[in-house]
């Protein structure tokens, strides 16, 4: 009888300190060895099925990918989160990325505060001077009934705090206030905040509440969301005129994450360097250099616009296909009976069209030019 396999996910919420912790200590995951088709052949039943499940998972969990999109929000992060270094008189001010779906704003801020926790406990250890453990970082996602008091209790769940949801909002925001304080939280990182509809009473006390919370809790805010401009969030729900008395306007930073492009060199550049990384992870018996960077380029930018989340989706789903055909690496053909997510199936048939009649080429100049050489 044969040991069943562990499950190869690490099943985690980052919204518990455990799960945090597993995130930030969990070592890299290891590359599935690359086995030629002869090789693949030969495996035995059982061993061919744990192959397979050994490159499901680690095609599914590519990355994370240093785009520049991400090397520039975290630059920013970091000016703001070290320049926060005032003592616990001062406010901090917040940062907030905001972004539309799909640019992989929540993994540039999980990564930020990952390494934001790995150097504070390098550098302080990982208790505090009271004896506590430290615990660098907090994180949280909103849900759409996000209240006040139902915030400060997901505080008091992420430390595992007894009776975490036991008490008024003002009892649950000692109980967090006195958390962070004892094990020397500096980011705090709420995601999902576009949830919080200011145009509502609750929205509204929730927002005023992070200006609270600002002023009690010795922190840096990492706000991270949908539209947040535009949901009038950052000018708390203010009416047209009185924008001028909205503390988070001065107090919070918003930094930007823009989908890849392809109508510059520099953007096409960019967008190939982000294929080679892709091309260079893939566990496939039949993959060839140049199989995404080159053949696939202005196909995959079609099939994604240009949005890192629909990207990585086509990508780990069509390896699975290929996987399961037996063809062992990823062609148009094969990518063609993968579906994608709405809003990029949406966009498809049209960029589409422009690449193959050559109105638009996502091949850098360089790049283009190299072919043509090899062919």
């Avoid at 095609?59 to 994370?64: C, I, K, M």
């Avoid at 453990?133 to 008091?149: E, G, Y």
């Avoid at 018996?285 to 989706?313: I, K």
């Avoid at 579906?339 to 283009?368: C, W, Y």
């Amino acid at each position: 009888m044969t040991t069943p396999l562990r499950p190869a996910e690490r099943a985690y919420s980052l919204s518990t300190r455990s799960g945090w912790e597993q995130f930030v200590t969990a070592p890299p995951r290891q590359r599935p060895d690359l086995l030629t088709a002869a090789q693949l052949r030969k495996l035995p039943a059982q061993a061919r099925a744990e192959y397979e499940e050994q490159r499901s998972v680690w095609h599914a969990n590519l990355g994370p990918l240093r785009t520049p999109q991400m090397r520039a929000v975290h630059e920013q992060l970091d000016d703001i989160v070290e320049a926060n270094r005032q003592d616990g008189d001062k406010v901090k001010g917040a940062a907030v990325i905001d972004a539309y779906p799909g640019l992989g704003k929540s993994t540039i801020a999980q990564v930020f505060a990952r390494e934001f926790h790995q150097r504070q406990v390098s550098l302080y250890g990982p208790l505090t001077g009271a004896g506590h453990d430290r615990i660098p970082v907090a994180h949280v996602c909103l849900t759409s009934s996000t209240s006040k008091r139902s915030f400060n209790a997901m505080l008091c769940r992420f430390f595992g705090l007894p009776g975490h949801d036991k008490g008024n909002a003002e009892e649950l925001g000692h109980k967090a206030a006195d958390a962070v304080l004892a094990c020397d939280v500096r980011l705090c990182v709420v995601d999902d905040v576009h949830f919080l509809d200011v145009t509502r009473r609750d929205g509204r006390e929730v927002a005023n509440h992070f200006k609270y919370l600002a002023n009690t809790f010795p922190v840096t805010f990492l706000f991270v969301g949908v539209g947040l401009e535009r949901r009038g969030l950052i000018r708390e729900g203010l009416a047209a005129g009185e924008e001028e008395l909205a503390q988070n306007a001065r107090r919070w930073t918003t930094l930007g994450v823009s989908p890849f492009e392809i109508t510059t060199e520099a953007g096409r550049r960019t967008w190939r360097q982000l294929l080679l990384a892709i091309e260079k992870d893939l566990v496939l018996a039949g993959a060839h250099p140049g199989m995404v960077a080159d053949d696939l380029a202005g196909y995959l930018f079609a099939r994604s616009t240009g949005h890192f989340a629909s990207l990585m989706t086509l990508i780990a789903r069509g390896c699975r296909r290929a996987v399961r055909a037996g063809t062992e690496k990823l062609t148009r053909d094969l990518l063609d009976q993968v579906r994608n997510d709405a809003a990029a199936e949406a966009a498809r048939q049209e960029l589409l069209a422009a690449f193959d009649t050559g109105r638009l080429s996502a091949r850098p100049a360089a790049a283009g030019a190299r072919a043509l050489a090899a062919g």
